[in-house]
């Protein structure tokens, strides 16, 4: 169900969820959650269910069991909006969580830093380490591969009998790769492969590479 | 003054201008006069804002005496136009005679339109009549204060509502009513509709069922026949004739001969695009037409569109090209012809436009129907009899529309707030929710106080807050604010203005369209050639192009579909085809007569245009008789094509597709694409459908049709682009607005996430519910599908496997807008579309 690849002689898995592991680092690394943003909608007046706030937290908690890491990256976009209560389910969340957190800073993260590192957060506007770069847009810096997220990427595929298909996915070209976002109130943004991109869709229970 | 002095008053203006008044006119004054409420029936042009103007204003000289000298102030009428563009029309009028008698009356317009000066001058001193439009009523409601500007409301017209009954808007309008009747104890209420086939629940809705009011009211039918003469244009080699295709281009050339013999002509087409392009071609080809030739659809800035109006009044035109804009209202005297391009797509629709000319009473309506392909003649050939037998549709209004109720609460809320036990029995006593429950209006009340039914931890849900007086009231500012805004946003697209770079606003476009393309792009609009510069702050700034090959724009809602009595007219027709073309090989008559009513076996000329497709037709598959049910199936590079033809309608076809494919789907995994138009429709699959399945596991049954289309997954796919209105009026969807910069960025978000996320968490909202049933009592007929189904069952099931696609076939799967429907796992059909790629 997930799709390995070994870039820099390193292992990463790509997890149906969006998610993806560093097998070397025990880093799991997650991008564009958008916690909040039920709440932020609802404060504003529109009716958004209540229980789809559960449902961003229940899937963070299957893909750490799943993996059980034992740091956490967020690339950016963790927060919709500015403070609400969902803040305090964050808050327990992260009570039961082992592993250290770090959120690299993306342009939705307007909470102030001071709020999250008096939860054992760590703010960082980038991750460097060994050939790696991890930010929250998209960026091309020589010598390195970049994992991001902020796109939302999706891709639209087709088939006999007018069959049409638009999926989320991990998207990779040469030396970057984009994350798709694992919030659940979130959309999609289509992206047109060329050349040598490689996409790897995600299905609620699978991983598949249409480069294959 | 007594009745017959005011009545005399009124006959002596008519006579001033060497009028006569109709008879229908005397009735509606005397009705009027006598307190009564009722529901006028009478079409355009035939002087029906006199019939209920005249009785407004000799009321108040009865109840004014002195209203020579003494004025009495306050809003006295209320006027209703569902279309901004008719109100300066209805002023004029309502001025000429107000003024003439020498009433001291004053005529105000307040529309979307009204500059913020005039609002706040009206909200001082309202104008003795004003024209306006339900958006605008609801945001009157939505003001402080209110009931004290309604009190001496002595009448309210609702002009064209049979465009509004049927519509969410007509719902805006009940609800209006309902208030009103509580804080204007003295309003008569009055309804101007054309003919529709259901007048008599036209004006129960508009009255309220079994209510006081329409108790005491009447119907008042004008009854002015008009002679209609329809002609369809032929070419004269239908060998040339696509088989396909809705634009009708390849009949510019015959049409302009049409316009060149008369005073002034107006084409209209059934899209916006349709419209852009007729109007580019012509003067392409044409470019003697410039400066006689002008363009009227929805989308075009209002100037313009009063200019062009002015512009057919003063005869200074030869032609317009028209969408349903020009369908309402507006008396244009010049207009000698009409010509329709393409399937009007119901009679009373075609019988409104015909209307269009020959206003002077006694002339012909002439109307020209251009088929734009060949089926299409079919069609015309219904049309004709339609006309004669003057078959009108139905329209059917809302029940339950909670997202309409939900708005409406929170109007109140916004304004001088509600206690629930007040409004209950107003809002119970409409035509909308004569069956909402108890249950249902608390759940109501709980949803826009809580957000939801149950109080939550760590809850910030905020919009109307109940105080301690048990008063619903929204209080804080910024909710109000937008909610304001979002009143007149029931129409349903997001739209943006489109500017020049050096200022001049052109009209507004769809966004979705827009999104399409990049700057530097071009592509046509109000008859220009436009160049894409940048999206700015919900703008599109343009530049003009000289480049050629454009885009044009599509607008969506230019897909109608055939009415039940369209079907059963364009049905008959197929038959007389049938047998006519059987009897043309065999010569034999007998057979003819025996199965067709006597008299009605007449082949017209659009039937005998047909004969060489027809001929192809049968060569290749079979026309159908009355009682068989044909079935195509051939294969081609797309894949394996499985056709039926009901003949019932678009709506019909595609609930029938989508429960057909969902049954099939059962049987054994496998994905389709469906496609319908109004004769039949396709199920396309990169499998073959067994056919002798189909059959033998009776699967055109009208058993459990309702529980299967509920699964089929088409249904929630239309379920969710039902949702998409509903939320916007619900007010959990913030759209935005064109020319108002409003930070709401982090409040845009798609209605097709929430649906999704309505699905998952919440699928017993009931707007969310709402959406799967306006799918399934508006958009998929429910009633007429289990006709449809019943009568082919009694049919004899006629599968013919083709070589290739038929000319009955043609236009079906050739059509773009497909659903879908898939029984595959989503997992195994990525993996089998990849492989189908490495066949390509």
């Known amino acids: 169900m997930t799709k390995t690849l070994t870039l820099h002689n390193n292992t990463f898995i790509l997890h149906p969820s969006g998610a993806m592991f560093w097998e070397e680092e025990d880093l799991l690394v997650i991008s564009d959650v958008h916690l909040g943003k039920v709440s932020h909608f609802r404060k504003f007046g529109s009716a958004v269910p209540q229980k789809a706030i559960a449902g961003n937290f229940q899937k963070m908690n299957e893909v750490i069991a799943f993996f059980e890491p034992s740091k956490i990256a967020f690339l950016g976009d963790l927060f919709h909006s500015s403070l609400n209560k969902e803040w305090l389910f964050f808050e327990h969340w992260l009570d039961q969580i082992s592993a250290e957190v770090i959120l690299v800073e993306g342009n939705h993260d307007i909470i102030s830093p001071l709020k999250y590192e008096a939860l054992g957060v760590f703010l960082t506007p980038e991750i460097v380490l060994k050939n790696f770069l991890f930010t929250h847009h998209p960026e091309e810096r020589a010598g390195f591969f970049n994992f991001s997220g902020h796109i939302h990427p999706g891709v639209k595929i087709s088939g006999i009998g007018r069959q049409q298909l638009k999926l989320s996915c991990f998207f990779k070209s040469k030396d970057q790769l984009i994350l798709p976002a694992f919030g659940e109130f979130t959309g999609k943004h289509i992206l047109v492969p060329q050349g040598d991109d490689e996409v790897y869709v995600v299905t609620k229970k699978e991983v598949i590479c249409l480069n294959d | 003054m007594n009745q017959k002095q005011l009545i005399k008053l009124a006959n002596d203006w008519f006579k001033s201008r060497s009028w006569k008044s109709f008879a229908f006119q005397k009735e509606s004054w005397k009705a009027f006069l006598d307190g009564k409420h009722g529901l006028l029936n009478a079409p ?49 009028a309502a001025n000429r005679f107000a003024q003439d008698i020498g009433s001291g009356l004053t005529v105000g317009i307040r529309t979307g339109d009204t500059s913020q000066k005039l609002r706040a001058a009206q909200k001082k001193q309202m104008p003795d009549l004003l024209i306006t439009t339900p958006e605008s009523l609801q945001l009157l409601l939505a003001s402080k204060g209110y009931e004290k500007t309604f009190k001496d409301l002595n009448a309210i017209v609702i002009d064209e509502w049979h465009e509004l009954l049927g519509t969410k808007r007509g719902v805006q309008i009940e609800l209006a009513l309902s208030r009103l ?60 004739f696509p088989w396909r295709g809705h634009l009708g281009l390849h009949l510019l050339d015959e049409v302009v001969p049409i316009i060149r013999k008369s005073r002034t002509t107006l084409l209209f087409t059934n899209t916006r695009s349709q419209c852009e392009i ?100 079919i069609e015309a050939s219904a049309l004709q009899k339609a006309v004669r037998h003057t078959v009108v549709e139905d329209r059917i209004p809302y029940l339950n529309s909670f997202d309409v109720l939900v708005q409406y609460l929170t109007t109140l809320a916004v304004s001088d707030g509600f206690f629930p036990q007040e409004i209950w029995p107003e809002v119970k006593s409409t035509f909308c929710y004569q069956a909402l429950s108890e249950e249902q209006w608390e759940w109501l009340l709980n949803f826009i106080t809580q957000g939801s039914q149950t109080l939550q931890a760590y809850d910030e849900y905020k919009k109307v807050e109940i105080g301690e007086d048990g008063l619903f009231k929204v209080n804080n500012r910024a909710i109000a604010m937008r909610h304001r805004l979002q009143i007149g946003t029931i129409v349903s697209d997001a739209v943006l203005a489109v500017k020049f770079l050096g200022g001049g606003y052109i009209g507004t476009i769809e966004e979705w369209f827009i999104s399409k393309l990049n700057p530097g792009d071009v592509f046509t609009f109000a008859g220009k050639n436009l160049e894409l510069y940048q999206i700015k702050n919900m703008q599109v700034i343009v530049k003009k192009s000289k480049v050629k090959n454009s885009r044009f ?55 005998k245009a047909m004969h060489n497709i027809f001929q192809r037709q049968k060569r290749e598959s079979i026309i159908p008789k009355k009682d068989e049910f044909l079935i195509e199936t051939f294969k081609t590079r797309e894949g394996y094509h499985a056709i039926f033809y009901p003949f019932e309608g678009r709506f019909v076809h595609e609930a029938m597709a989508s429960l057909l494919a969902y049954r099939i789907s059962l049987l ?44 089929s997954l088409n249904a929630t796919e239309m379920a969710r682009r039902k949702f998409r209105d509903i939320a916007v009026i619900a007010g959990m969807v913030f759209t935005g607005f ?91 059909r990525i993996k089998k579309m990849m492989a189908q790629w490495g066949d390509l």
């Open chain 2, 553 to 607: 724009p599509s607008w969506a809602g230019g897909r109608m579909s055939f009415s039940a009595e369209m079907s059963e007219l364009l049905r008959e027709e197929m038959f007389v085809a049938s047998e006519l073309e059987a009897d043309s090989q065999q010569n034999v008559s007998s057979s003819t007569s025996a199965a067709l009513d006597a008299g009605s076996v007449e082949k017209s000329i659009e039937l």
């Open chain 2, 278 to 377: 007729w109007f580019q071609r012509i003067l392409q080809k044409y470019p003697e037409f410039a400066g006689e030739l002008a363009m009227h659809h929805g989308s075009i800035n209002k100037e313009t569109r009063l200019w062009v109006e002015q512009a057919i009044r003063d005869e200074q035109l030869k032609a317009v090209v028209a969408t349903s804009s020009l369908d309402l209202g507006v008396d244009f005297a010049p207009v000698e012809t009409i010509i329709q391009i393409g399937g009007p797509k119901g009679v009373a629709r075609f019988l409104q436009r015909a209307g269009r000319s020959g206003h002077q009473p006694g002339k012909e309506s002439v109307i020209y129907f251009l088929p734009t392909h060949a089926m299409e003649l």
């Open chain 2, 44 to 92: 355009t042009g035939s002087g029906k804002t006199y019939a209920l103007w005249v009785p407004i204003v000799l009321d108040y000289i009865r109840q004014n005496p002195d209203y020579k000298t003494k004025h009495k102030p306050g809003l006295k009428a209320i006027w209703i136009t569902p279309l901004r563009a008719l109100s300066v029309e209805i002023e004029q």
């Open chain 2, 738 to 828: 064109p020319n108002k910069m409003i930070k709401t960025k982090h409040l845009q978000s798609n209605s097709q996430l929430l649906f999704s996320v309505f699905r998952d968490y919440e699928p017993d909202n009931l707007l969310f519910q709402q959406a799967f049933r306006e799918t399934f009592e508006h958009q998929l007929e429910e009633g007429r599908l289990r006709l449809a189904m019943e009568r082919i069952s009694e049919q004899k099931l006629v599968w013919k496997q083709c070589e290739k696609p038929t000319p009955f076939a043609f236009p079906i799967i050739t059509d773009r807008m497909r659903e879908k429907l898939s029984s595959e796992k989503l997992e195994d």
């Open chain 2, 181 to 240: 009747k509580t804080v204007s104890p003295k309003m008569k209420i009055w309804g101007i509709s054309a003919t529709i086939g259901n007048l008599q629940e036209a004006r129960e809705v508009l009255l309220g069922p079994g209510s006081e009011a329409f108790q005491n009211s009447v119907l008042i039918r004008a009854d002015i026949k008009k002679k209609i003469s329809v002609k369809s244009i032929i070419p004269e080699k239908m060998e040339t």
């Open chain 2, 668 to 711: 054994s995994p496998i994905t389709f694409s469906l496609a319908f138009n109004d004769y039949g429709f396709e199920l396309l699959s990169d499998q073959q459908i067994d056919m002798q399945q189909v059959f033998d596991n009776n699967l055109f049954s009208a058993e459990y049709l309702m529980d299967d289309l509920q699964k």
